[in-house]
């Protein structure tokens, strides 16, 4: 039987795709206080920008809306794919799970057909131990 792989992980990071590296860093990204830190920051420095007389995109940001609308757009998309990666990670490691378990069953009966032959073989010895005792007790 072949036994599991002992760091599946590692196995499974290097198996990846170019686009599957990409949108597990996106998700990674997107999904950190960080990203949610600097796009905050971005939309103060641009409702700052903006509110000047020099303003490239006057209030009500109607270039801004265009661009947010786009990342909506491109965020709902990269979650997806990142949530179908996620789908395939946890079936593959359900798979390594089952792998493993399979092969733990086998040790395990192996050792108790182990056992067994140890329990057989204190008893055979205690038989012949108790006949022994018996034949000098004649």
Known sequence: MNRPLADWHAEATQRLTRGERAADVLRNGMG?????????????????????????????????????????????????????????IAAALAQHDFDTNLAAAADIEALLAINRQQVLMMERMTALINARSENRDD
Request: cysteine-free; hydrophobic content about 55%.
């Open 32 to 88: 950190s206080w960080a990203f949610v830190g600097t796009f905050l920051a971005g939309m103060t420095v641009w409702a700052v920008l903006n509110s000047g007389s020099n303003a490239w995109d006057p209030y009500p940001f109607i270039l801004l809306n265009l661009f947010l609308s786009m990342l909506a757009g491109l965020q709902g998309a990269i979650l997806l794919i990142a949530s179908r990666r996620q789908d395939s």
